[in-house]
């Protein structure tokens, strides 16, 4: 994917190898798994729903398209959409893909140890697909 995110594709987040994971309906907590090259693991199947069109409409929640939970500020997934985490999502250019930034100038970020918030800038690549049932 290349340009600004716009609301309601389902997306793989992926960056060195991995891709943000939802492990089951039954786990509570986000997790790194390796990518795949057809990006078709519902696991790994996330969609954006965009909150304002200030900012560039720049701002989303992000929900998991395997069981709808929100991604919340701490790497948890929940049913409620009020404890779901904003983030602000920016292209880079030169193909170094996206960051996802939180209120508080923190950034989303994955590796194989699984999700994380780090102070530092990080990127990954966006895989938009669509899927047939």
């Known amino acids: 994917m290349r340009g600004n995110l716009t609301e309601g594709r389902y997306v793989t987040m992926e960056a060195n190898g ?8 039954a786990s509570f907590g986000i997790t790194a798994t390796p990518a795949t090259s057809t990006h078709s693991d519902i696991n790994q199947r996330w969609v954006v729903h965009q909150l304002d069109i200030d900012n560039n409409g720049a701002q989303f929640n992000i929900s998991s398209a395997l069981d709808g939970r929100w991604v919340t500020q701490n790497g948890t997934l929940s049913s409620t959409v009020n ?17 996802f930034t939180t ?6 970020s994955i590796d194989s140890g699984g999700w994380g918030i780090a102070s530092t800038q990080f990127a990954f690549q966006l895989y938009a697909v669509t899927y047939s049932s």
């Open 103 to 108: 209120s508080n100038a923190q950034y989303m």
């Open 83 to 99: 404890e779901a985490q904003p983030f602000t999502v920016n292209f880079l250019s030169d193909g170094q893909g996206y960051t």
């Open 18 to 25: 991995f891709t943000v994971t939802n492990p089951s309906n």
